[in-house]
Antibody, heavy 121, light 106 residues
Framework: QITLKESGQALVEPTQTLTLTCSFS??????????VGWIRQPPGKALEWLAL???????RYSPSLRSRLTITKDTSRNQVVLTMTNMDPVDTATYYC?????????????WGLGALVTVSS | SYVLTQPPSVSVAPGQTARITCGGY??????VHWYQQKPGQAPVLVVY???DRPSGVPERLSGSNSGNTATLTISRVEAGDEADYFC?????????FGGGTKLTVL
């Protein structure tokens, strides 16, 4: 059974750095083809993909946020960490991590419950 | 960057058929995935690779994809189908989501 859970700061001040951790179970990031992604959703708005890290350490970022994002993995602890610098109130959102599945393309078949992050002074 | 366009809302009476579209340039050449999200909950995958359903998803939900439009069809709509629905593709190394459609069951 695959499960994921997000944790990190619930409140961040403008210009600060956000650090979110995704702790997962039921799969290993050592396994070929496996990936973990981050997706966010501002209140009442659409989903926005942020980043993805693959089993081999390769990663992908949203072109519009690339300069602010870093995604890393700790395979031994079954965790993926996302950092986002220079936070702004418009970054207020629920942040989800998700297990990436692949057939003919990538999609997200298991999601965490999400972590609400508020950016405010 | 690739853009996916969904209608903001679709309304349907119980027992009828709902069709939610996802438009994108030559989207028929891509694999489209659909997520259902109920209020206060995380998204749930309901269709992947245009037409496939994860185990546990009712056969009433089906997908199609051709030309510039992908469609999620929900037959015999029930009150429990009321939710937001998002389409997603993978383009140029990035995941792209549509703006979402709110399905209202009248």
């Amino acid at each position: 059974q695959i499960t994921l859970k997000e944790s990190g700061q619930a409140l961040v001040e403008p210009t600060q750095t956000l650090t979110l951790t995704c702790s997962f179970s039921g799969f290993s990031l050592n396994t070929s083809g496996v990936g973990v992604g981050w997706i966010r959703q501002p209140p009442g708005k659409a989903l926005e993909w942020l980043a993805l890290i693959y089993w081999d350490g390769d990663n992908r970022y949203s072109p519009s946020l690339r300069s602010r994002l870093t995604i890393t993995k700790d395979t031994s602890r079954n965790q993926v960490v996302l950092t986002m610098t220079n936070m702004d109130p418009v970054d207020t959102a629920t942040y989800y991590c998700a297990h990436r599945a692949y057939t003919s393309s990538s999609f997200f078949d298991y999601w965490g419950l999400g972590a609400l992050v508020t950016v405010s002074s | 960057s690739y853009v996916l366009t969904q209608p903001p809302s679709v309304s349907v009476a119980p027992g009828q058929t709902a069709r939610i579209t996802c438009g994108g340039y030559n989207i028929g050449s891509k694999s489209v995935h659909w997520y259902q999200q109920k209020p206060g909950q995380a998204p749930v995958l309901v269709v992947y690779d245009d037409t496939d359903r994860p185990s546990g998803v009712p056969e009433r939900l089906s997908g199609s994809n051709s030309g510039n439009t992908a469609t999620l069809t929900i037959s015999r709509v029930e009150a429990g189908d009321e939710a937001d629905y998002f389409c997603q593709v993978w383009d140029g190394g990035s995941a792209v989501f549509g703006g979402g459609t709110k399905l209202t069951v009248l």
